[in-house]
């Protein structure tokens, strides 16, 4: 079955400090890789994609993840962290087809802290 | 306006009433979906439609039953709802679904609560 796992529901960091949030994915031949930030009281906005391409990837807000095939990852990070970077990060799967249907998993809240 | 809009962002309901959520996109897109966000759930797909059409239900209740009567405008009407339906309803939209792997951009959500 397709399924997205992120197995970290919360990572605590302080701030100026590097983060990494996990992102494993069910096995595919197409998959296209997402990751999205949820703000309080607000829905989703796209961080980043991965389409096909470079494996490394480059998103807003000085966020990267890199694909990696073999490992059926992709995980996202950041060098240094803001307080303003508190908020859920969710990683999400499109494995094609015809409805552009994504799976999601069940979010990482990133807790920022002074 | 700008982006997908959604209306009302909360919603208080009793089981008995019937309500409906609306979304609106002004992106141009072709594609909208309705997602339920569940405390410590994944977001659940719950239907797609393109190009006005309904292409996807994800075996959701018939107490949900969605409207698209244009591409810019998508609703929800719910009636006899449980409490256990008590979430944040995400509206998103797409340039198109066939063929497309295409960025989804979300509304701010409509939050309900059942009692």
């Known amino acids: 079955a397709q399924s997205v796992t992120q197995l970290d529901s919360q990572v605590p960091v302080f701030e100026e400090a590097p983060v990494e949030l996990r992102c494993n994915y069910s096995?595919?031949?197409?998959?296209?890789l997402f990751w999205y930030v949820q703000y309080p009281n607000q829905g989703l906005q796209l961080l980043l994609k991965y389409l096909s391409g470079s494996t490394l990837v480059k998103g807003i807000n000085g966020f990267e993840a890199e694909f990696n095939k073999s490992q059926t990852s992709f995980h996202l990070r950041k060098p240094s962290v803001h307080i303003s970077d508190t908020a859920e990060y969710f990683c999400?799967?499109?494995?094609?087809?015809?409805?552009?249907?994504?799976?999601f998993g069940t979010g990482t809240l990133l807790a920022v802290q002074p | 306006e700008t982006g997908v809009t959604q209306t009302p962002r909360h919603l208080v309901m009793g089981m008995t009433n019937k309500k409906s959520l609306k979304c609106e996109q002004h992106l141009g897109h072709n594609a909208m979906y309705w997602y339920k966000q569940s405390a410590k759930k994944p977001l659940e797909l719950m239907f797609v439609y393109n190009f006005k059409e309904q292409t996807e239900n994800n075996s959701v209740p018939s107490r949900f039953s969605p409207e698209c009567p244009n591409s810019s405008h998508l609703f929800l009407h719910l009636h006899t709802l449980q409490p256990e339906d008590s979430a944040l309803y995400l509206c998103?939209?797409?340039?198109?679904?066939?063929?497309?792997?295409?960025?989804?951009?979300f509304g701010p959500g409509t939050r309900l609560t059942v009692l």
């Open positions: 999400a799967v499109n494995y094609g087809g015809a409805t552009n249907k994504l799976i």
């Open positions: 096995s595919s031949v197409s998959v296209y």
């Open positions: 998103a939209s797409s340039r198109g679904t066939s063929g497309s792997i295409g960025e989804q951009f």
